[in-house]
C-alpha cells in the first residue's frame, strides 16, 4: 500500500549547514496496518510521515502508494491522491472560528455531495468519534481530548485510505491518550484505514501497532513485527525504548538503589527472564524448584498484552545449592523462555556494586 523507496531529505539550517533529517530509508507498509515510527526529538519522524503525502517533497526516492509514485503526478493529480491521506496532529490545527460542524464540513467544501448529504455525511463522523451533542460549539470549548476527536472527523471526512498521526497524543493527559488511542484502532478495524502514527512514547506504539520502525538520526535502524521487536530488540536504543514502556529501567534503579537490597545481591545471580504466548501459563517457578531445587526470588515483574498476545518479563534473583545455574538456564531456555544473566559490566549501576 506505501512503499517509501530509499527516502532522502536535506534541510540547510540558518548557518549553511545541510542537515540530513532522512537518511536513505525504506519502508513497506500494508493495506490495514496501523504503524508506528519511534524515535527521540530530532530523529526524523515528522520529515518522514509529511513525506508520505508530499508535504515534504523528498531530494530522493520513490513514494509510491497503491503501486502509483507521488512524485511522477502533476499538481491536480497530486491534490486529488492527498484527499485520500487524512492527517491529524498534535495540536489538532483546529479553526477557532468555526464551529466543530464547520471544522469538519470544510475539506468537504468542492465534495460533489448535496448539502443533505454533507450533512448526513457529518453527522456520521461525529457520532462515530462521540461528538454528536458537540456539533454547535466552538474548539475553544472543548478539552484536548475532544478537540483530537474532531480533528479525526475532519481528518476522515474525504473517506481517507490513509491515516497520518503526526504525535497525535502528545498533548493529551493519559486518560485522553488512552481514549484516543482506542478511537483510532476502532476507525482501523471498522473502516479498514492504513495508519501510520509518529510518536516519541513506545507506550503509544504498544498499544495500537501492528508494526514499528526506530528511528535515529534519519535512518530506519529497526522495523518489525510489534511482539518480535518487543520481545528481541536488536538495538541498543529500540531496547532503551521498551525498557522505558514496561518501567524496565526504573525497577533496575529501584533495585540497585536500595540499600538493604543492593548489599544481598549476587550479581551473577540475577537474571532478566522473559517469556511470550503460551509460556505465559506454564508453572516454570514451581517446575525449576521441584527439579533443581532452584530458588527464585522475583524482585520485578510484569506481564502485558501486545497484539493479544501476553508478554511477560521479570528480573529474579536465581540460586540453587545442588544444580549449577547453567543447567537451570539451559532448560528454561528449552521452555522458550528467553533469559539473560545480568553481568557486572553490563551497566554501570551495576558495576559499582
Ligand atoms: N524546515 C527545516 N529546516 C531545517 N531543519 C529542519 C527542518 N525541519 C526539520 N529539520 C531538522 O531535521 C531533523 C529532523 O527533524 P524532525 O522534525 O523530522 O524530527 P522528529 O523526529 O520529528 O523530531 P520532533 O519529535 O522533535 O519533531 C532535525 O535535526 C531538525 O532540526
Given at each position: 500500500m506505501i512503499k517509501l523507496e530509499n527516502i532522502e531529505v536535506y534541510f540547510h539550517d540558518k548557518h549553511g549547514q545541510t542537515v540530513q533529517a532522512v537518511d536513505k530509508v525504506n519502508l513497506h507498509i500494508r493495506k490495514g496496518e496501523i504503524f508506528g515510527i519511534v524515535g527521540y526529538s530530532g530523529a526524523g519522524k515528522s520529515t518522514l510521515v509529511r513525506v508520505i503525502n508530499l508535504l515534504q517533497k523528498p531530494q530522493a526516492g520513490s513514494v509510491i502508494i497503491n503501486n502509483q509514485d507521488l512524485m511522477d503526478l502533476n499538481d491536480k493529480q497530486l491534490r486529488a491522491a492527498r484527499k485520500k491521506i487524512g492527517m491529524i496532529f498534535q495540536h489538532f490545527n483546529l479553526m477557532n472560528s468555526r464551529t466543530v460542524y464547520g471544522n469538519v464540513l470544510y475539506p468537504l467544501r468542492d465534495a460533489k455531495l448535496s448539502k443533505t448529504e454533507k450533512e448526513q455525511k457529518i453527522e456520521q463522523l461525529l457520532s462515530l468519534v462521540g461528538l454528536s451533542d458537540k456539533?454547535?460549539?466552538?474548539?475553544?470549548?472543548?478539552s484536548g481530548g475532544q478537540k483530537q476527536r474532531v480533528a479525526i472527523a475532519r481528518a476522515l471526512a474525504n473517506d481517507p485510505e490513509i491515516l497520518l498521526c503526526d504525535e497525535a497524543t502528545s498533548a493529551l493527559d493519559p486518560k485522553n491518550t488512552q481514549a484516543i488511542l482506542k478511537l483510532l484502532k476502532e476507525v482501523n478495524q471498522k473502516l479498514g484505514i492504513t495508519m501510520v502514527l509518529i510518536t516519541h512514547e513506545m507506550d503509544v506504539i504498544k498499544e495500537i501497532c501492528h508494526k514499528v520502525a526506530v528511528m535515529e538520526k534519519g535512518r530506519v535502524i529497526e522495523a518489525g513485527n510489534l511482539v518480535d521487536i518487543f520481545c528481541h530488540p536488536k538495538h541498543s536504543l529500540t531496547q532503551d525504548f521498551i525498557y522505558t514502556a514496561s518501567n524496565v529501567e526504573l525497577a533496575y534503579q529501584n533495585i540497585f538503589d536500595h540499600p538493604q537490597l543492593a548489599s544481598k545481591l549476587q550479581i551473577n545471580h540475577l537474571f532478566e527472564l522473559q517469556y511470550k504466548g503460551h509460556n505465559s501459563f506454564s508453572p516454570f517457578i514451581s517446575e525449576i524448584n521441584q527439579r533443581y531445587q532452584a530458588k527464585l526470588t522475583i524482585l520485578y515483574s510484569n506481564v502485558e498484552i501486545i497484539q493479544a498476545q501476553p508478554v511477560g518479563r521479570l528480573i529474579v534473583l536465581l540460586t540453587s545449592d545442588s544444580t549449577p545455574i547453567e543447567v537451570i538456564e539451559s532448560y528454561l531456555q528449552s521452555q522458550n523462555i528467553a533469559l539473560s544473566r545480568l553481568h557486572a559490566l553490563q551497566h554501570e549501576n551495576y558495576y559499582s556494586i
Open positions: 456539533r454547535d460549539v466552538y474548539p475553544s470549548q472543548l
